[in-house]
């Protein structure tokens, strides 16, 4: 594939991305579509932020649980901690010149545990230049009638034996 196709295949998928999120309303999350597009569509635009370096930090925290961001431990995940935890660590990031397509796929209904509650698990994976795509293990739960991130595991490069369900070999290997 050319570097013209790929920019032109990337920017297709963003669009799809980005139609997708706008006929949810301008809240990825929020009340339109069954659970399984809204959830779909958080992971998908929360993973699209992280993988192209355009995450807006009010927008990352928007899409995570208060115990997901990364300021719980200081100040109990509030907003406004969030955010600036956010603009410290991206801080440094350039948007890449090739944008990265995200898929998410293998959703499913999961139980709570010990320590999550009841939610969907996905499997995104990332595909940019490069030898081969990665993947991420996400936890949503719904928040107040919104799907958000309740934890995100790496889950190295794709899987590409059928064998097994990698989100949950994932989810057991970080316990």
Not at 58 to 82: I, K, Q, S, V, W
Not at 120 to 136: I, N, Q
Request: with cysteine.
């Amino acid at each position: 594939m050319t570097p013209r196709q790929r920019t032109l295949t990337a920017t297709v998928a963003a669009c799809a991305a980005l139609g997708t999120l706008s006929a949810c309303g301008s809240d990825p999350t929020g009340p339109r579509g069954t659970p399984a597009e809204r959830a779909t569509a958080t992971a998908a635009a929360y993973v699209t932020g992280l993988a192209n370096g355009t995450a807006n930090p009010e927008t990352m925290c928007e899409l995570e649980t208060t115990t997901n961001r990364p300021n719980f431990p200081d100040d109990g995940g509030t907003l406004a901690g969030c955010i600036t935890a956010y603009q410290n660590a991206f801080r440094d990031r350039t948007p890449t010149a090739t944008p990265a397509t995200v898929t998410v796929g293998r959703l499913r209904g999961v139980p709570a545990t010990a320590t999550l509650p009841a939610g969907k698990e996905a499997l995104v994976t990332v595909r940019k230049d490069g030898p081969a795509p990665w993947s991420y293990v996400l936890r949503l739960t719904e928040e107040q009638g919104h799907w958000r991130v309740a934890r995100l595991d790496e889950a190295g490069h794709a899987p590409t034996d059928p064998a097994g369900n990698p989100v949950t070999q994932t989810l057991e290997r970080a316990a």
